[in-house]
């Protein structure tokens, strides 16, 4: 069956450093990969996805994510935090089997130090 | 602002009690799906409706039930309530969502539902 495995429930950084939110997938064949990110009260936002191509994609707010098959990884990496990118980050992979569904890690909340 | 619009912000409401959540998607897109989070539970996918057809199904009790109406937007009918539904429940959209191939799924703010 496929999983998400967001192995980070919570990290702190300092404003300015930089960031890498882990996610590890289960996946029998090339997987869609999401990131999302949601700030408190709020709904869930796309930051980037991976469908095929260059396995280096770029998202907004200065996000990128790096799909390494051979890790079944899928990290989300930020050069330099900014105050504003504290919130829940989820990653997502798309089901198979003819289904749409997205199933989620259980994400990582990231607090910033200013 | 990923344009799917979700009715009502909140909701609070008691045991044993009905009530409707209301969903309207991006223009454009024909399929819905429903998406519950829970502390214990984490995100969890409910049901997908493709122009108008349910056309998947997840961890979604038989008390829940939803449906996508002409004009494309989707209402999750909550009956019976329980102190253990308090959640919040996304409605998110795609263009297709059909025929094994996976799109891009943009979703509402949410419905804060409170069972008291």
């Known amino acids: 069956a496929q999983s998400v495995t967001q192995p980070d429930i919570h990290i702190t950084v300092s404003e300015g450093a930089s960031l890498e939110l882990r996610c590890n997938y289960s996946y029998g064949a090339t997987p869609y990969l999401f990131w999302y990110v949601q700030s408190p009260g709020q709904g869930l936002q796309l930051l980037l996805k991976y469908f095929s191509g260059d396995t280096l994609v770029q998202g907004i707010k200065g996000f990128e994510a790096e799909f390494k098959r051979s890790q079944s990884s899928f990290n989300l990496r930020k050069p330099s935090v900014h105050w504003s990118d504290a919130a829940e980050y989820f990653c997502?992979?798309?089901?198979?089997?003819?289904?749409?569904?997205?199933?989620f890690g259980a994400g990582t909340r990231l607090a910033v130090h200013p | 602002d990923s344009g799917v619009t979700q009715t009502p912000k909140h909701l609070i409401t008691a045991t044993g009690q009905r009530v409707t959540l209301r969903c309207s998607p991006r223009s454009g897109d024909l399929s819905v799906y429903w998406y519950q989070q829970s502390l214990d539970q984490g995100l969890q996918f409910l049901i997908q409706y493709y122009n108008g057809e349910e056309r998947a199904k997840g961890n979604i009790l038989e008390r829940f039930s939803a449906q996508q109406f002409p004009d494309l937007h989707s209402e999750l009918n909550l009956s019976s309530l329980e102190l253990g539904d308090s959640a919040l429940y996304f409605c998110?959209?795609?263009?297709?969502?059909?025929?094994?191939?996976?799109?891009?799924?943009?979703f509402g703010p949410g419905t804060r539902l409170t069972v008291l």
């Open positions: 998110a959209s795609s263009v297709v969502g059909a025929g094994g191939r996976t799109d891009t799924q943009y």
């Open positions: 997502a992979v798309g089901a198979t089997g003819g289904y749409n569904k997205l199933i």
